[in-house]
């Protein structure tokens, strides 16, 4: 994170409504030089809006967009030195991949010899230098993703914003791409900002990742601190897949009481609709007459490495990341056991975290 | 089941089931496709007929044509090339130093509202072959409306489909108003127009700052863009009394000039129209990008809207082109002799001494279909699909 291109981006109460619709309820964020946040949250939770308003091609109806020293509200795109990868690509059909590349040099006047060399420059960068004579549409998924970047960076710009950039590859490339996007990022310290409503390339990108619902920012920290120590509800079960096994239920004392048993916490307190929040991983299988829940086998799922047991307790279905030779049938009685530190409990009404 | 299965096997098919039943997803029955097929050839004959007649016709003589219908040339009749030399031989002034000096005459005549304050040029005397000047009036006339037609609509279309305009209903009427005081002030009180026209601007500018702000109820770009498209509801004909005064009154009338402005502005709200959609088909992202990459307004337009409109922009000038290439009502009133074109040429035919000359119209009908065949023929290879491919789709 220490770079001298990277450039401190800063989002000052930051709300847009769309007529009657408020899109962002007054987002503040303040991005250090070089660092790579990304902006996580379902369709709807407002993370593209931001990232358009950054970019200067939506305007922010309330507050103040900073980048650097520089307080770009109400300045044009062009002006920013920010660059963008859209979800689509955004590659221009009608020009080769080398016009593509080179096109923002272009526009802004610089003589053909420097701009050959930087396109070539770049294109080394994303392995694409071989394919400059190539239209778009000659080429697949994962090239075109490539253009788009090369074209993105081409000019050091001081900012980097990205749309999803990776939602239209297969799981494979999508993999391998995100491992060469973080490389190529700490390799060019340019601050980036990363749009996804993938959990997991926000978890393996990310410097700090902002979680956004409906608007308003929920969490803002580094992945393993969203993941250890949610903030309320919306957080835990967003992160983590398979998702967070909830159990619903009422605390008294340090005691969560579930129709299917109970179970000391490390929290207390007197709340009569509680519910009990523990990762699959937190979880194991023991025999029902020592378990702390009891209920039967719903499916048993074999990944791979580990097999998921889905049991279902009372009203609630809680999955656990068991051994790969797990054995057990479809139906049968059987205990769930939860390990002691990474039990969480939040308030049903408002979802918060109870500490 | 099993004997169901065994009668819509292919080899097992009744003779009715294999003419009215396609062979296959996406293919015609041997009926339809005869029936189709029926018809499309008798529509093609219909179509194509008249254009052999008149190139026929253009080959025949007044007996030939007057003698009864022949059908077939070297059969029927024998053809020749007499009405041909009335055009273009027989016409005293079809030499190269007539058509020079009517090159000179035609740009006189086309700058001639513009050149005038600076120096006035003798007014010639139309020596001249009168099938050239139609068809070269006609090429000048309909090339340079359309050149403008075409930019300037696909330039307003542009701003219509991508820009959004407020303008304030208050602020129209303000508008109107203080253009007709400007009108009432300058004819009946006598007002210099230069003076009445730079007030009336200042008040507009003045209320429109001002009372404007109180004005709630704005138009939209789908107002703005069905006010464009409703100029071409009028039939030419009611406007035409008053364009011809207009045109008298600054003394344009029987130039180039003239027609290509009225061509221009009457064609503009059909490419308007038209290229409003084809822009607002392309894929925003590619603008933002661009924008993003540094480029200014004009240079997305330019460099990356207008090539990938390109399908959409050849067929559009292609219209237009054809458009003004056939228009008869204005060119009738405004030209009369100078800057005559091909369709009042044709028309004149019609209203000879000896009655309708077939033969010798046939002529000019072919000379004036031949451009427009070649310009398809050119404009369609642009008019392919597939520009768009590799864009946006992953």
């Known amino acids: 994170m220490t770079s001298t291109l990277g450039t401190t981006v800063k989002f000052e109460k930051i709300a847009k409504s769309f007529g009657v619709v408020r899109v962002l309820e007054e987002l503040s964020l303040d991005i250090s030089p070089g660092e790579f946040l990304v902006l996580l949250g379902a369709s709807g939770s407002g993370k593209t809006t931001a990232l358009r308003i950054l970019a200067g091609l939506e305007t922010a109806s309330s507050g103040r967009v900073i980048i650097g020293d520089n307080d770009v509200t109400e300045v044009l795109p062009k002006y920013r030195d920010v660059s963008m990868v859209f979800q689509s690509y955004a590659l221009y059909p009608h020009k080769t991949v080398g016009e593509n590349i080179g096109f923002p040099l272009k526009v802004r006047k610089v003589s053909q010899a420097e701009q050959d060399k930087a396109i070539r420059e770049a294109a080394a960068q994303v392995q694409i230098d071989q394919l400059l004579d190539r239209y778009p549409r000659q080429l697949s998924g994962g090239q075109r993703q490539r253009v788009a970047l090369a074209r993105a960076m081409i000019r050091r710009p001081s900012v980097f914003l990205m749309d999803e950039p990776l939602s239209n590859l297969d799981a494979k490339l999508r993999g391998h791409m995100r491992a060469e996007l973080k490389h190529m990022q700490s390799e060019l310290g340019i601050t980036t900002i990363y749009v996804t409503h993938d959990q997991i390339e926000a978890m393996t990108l990310a410097h700090r990742v902002a979680i956004l619902e409906k608007g308003v920012l929920q969490q803002l920290d580094t992945p393993a601190k969203i993941y250890n120590d949610p903030i309320n509800l919306f957080v835990a079960q967003f992160i983590g897949s398979p998702p967070m096994n909830v159990v619903h239920g009422g605390l008294e004392g340090t005691t969560f009481k579930s129709r299917s048993g109970l179970v000391n916490v490390p929290v207390g307190g007197k709340i009569d609709k509680a519910i009990l929040g523990v990762r699959p991983e937190d979880c194991t299988i023991v025999a029902p007459d020592i378990a702390e829940f009891k209920g039967e086998i719903y499916t048993i799922e074999l990944i791979g490495d580990h097999t998921l047991v889905t049991v279902k307790a009372g009203d609630d279905f809680i999955t656990v990341k068991a051994p790969k030779d797990f054995s057990g049938k479809s139906g049968s009685q059987i205990g769930v056991s939860f390990s002691k530190e990474r039990m969480f409990v939040f308030d049903k009404e408002t979802g918060a975290r109870i500490r | ?394």
Not at chain 2, 44 to 59: K, R, S
Not at chain 2, 334 to 352: R, W
């Open chain 2, 1 to 394: 089941m099993k004997t169901s299965t065994y009668k819509i096997e292919k080899s097992h098919r009744s003779l009715l089931m294999r003419l009215f039943e396609p062979p296959a997803i996406g293919k015609m029955s041997f009926a339809s496709k005869l029936l189709s097929y029926f018809i499309l050839w008798f529509w093609a004959l219909f179509v194509i007929f008249p254009i052999y007649w008149v190139i026929i016709t253009a080959f025949k003589d007044a007996t030939t044509v007057n003698q009864g219908p022949f059908y077939i040339p070297f059969v029927d009749f024998q053809p020749n090339l007499n009405a041909w030399r009335v055009h273009l031989a027989d016409d005293p002034y079809c030499n190269a130093y007539a058509i020079g000096r009517q090159l000179l005459l035609l740009i006189h005549n086309s700058l001639v509202f513009i050149v005038s304050p600076i120096f006035t040029l003798e007014a010639m005397e139309p020596q001249i072959c009168k099938t050239y000047l139609a068809f070269t009036n006609s090429l000048i006339i309909g090339l340079v409306s359309t050149a403008l037609c075409v930019s300037f609509g696909s330039m307003a279309a542009y701003a219509l489909a991508r820009v959004e305009y407020k303008p304030k209903f208050g602020n129209i009427f303000i508008f109107i108003l203080l253009a007709l005081c400007t009108i009432f002030t300058t004819n009946y009180a006598g007002i210099p127009w230069y003076f009445s026209t730079a007030v009336g601007l200042a008040l507009f500018f003045l209320l429109a700052r001002t009372l404007g702000k109180k004005f709630i109820r704005t138009l939209h770009n789908g107002d703005i863009l069905f006010w464009i498209i409703s100029q071409r509801i009028l039939p030419p004909i009611v406007v035409i009394i008053p364009v011809y005064i207009m045109f008298q009154t600054v003394g344009l009338l029987d130039t180039h000039l003239a027609l290509i402005i009225i061509y221009t502005v009457a064609n503009l709200p059909i490419v308007v129209w038209l290229m409003h959609d084809f822009f607002l088909a392309l894929p925003i992202e590619l603008e933002e990008s661009a924008q993003l990459d540094g480029a200014s307004r004009f240079s997305i337009f330019w460099d990356i809207v207008l090539p990938l409109t390109r399908p959409g922009l050849a067929a559009t000038t292609l219209l237009t082109l054809i458009l003004n290439w056939n228009e008869y009502i204005f060119a009738v009133f405004i030209s009369t002799s100078k800057s005559q074109t091909m369709p009042i040429m044709v028309a004149a035919k019609n209203a000879g001494e000896k009655g309708i000359l077939w033969w010798e119209m046939c002529v000019v009908i072919v000379i004036m279909i031949i451009p427009v065949i070649l310009m398809a023929i050119i404009l369609q290879r642009f008019i392919s699909r597939g520009v768009l491919l590799g864009a946006i789709k992953g």
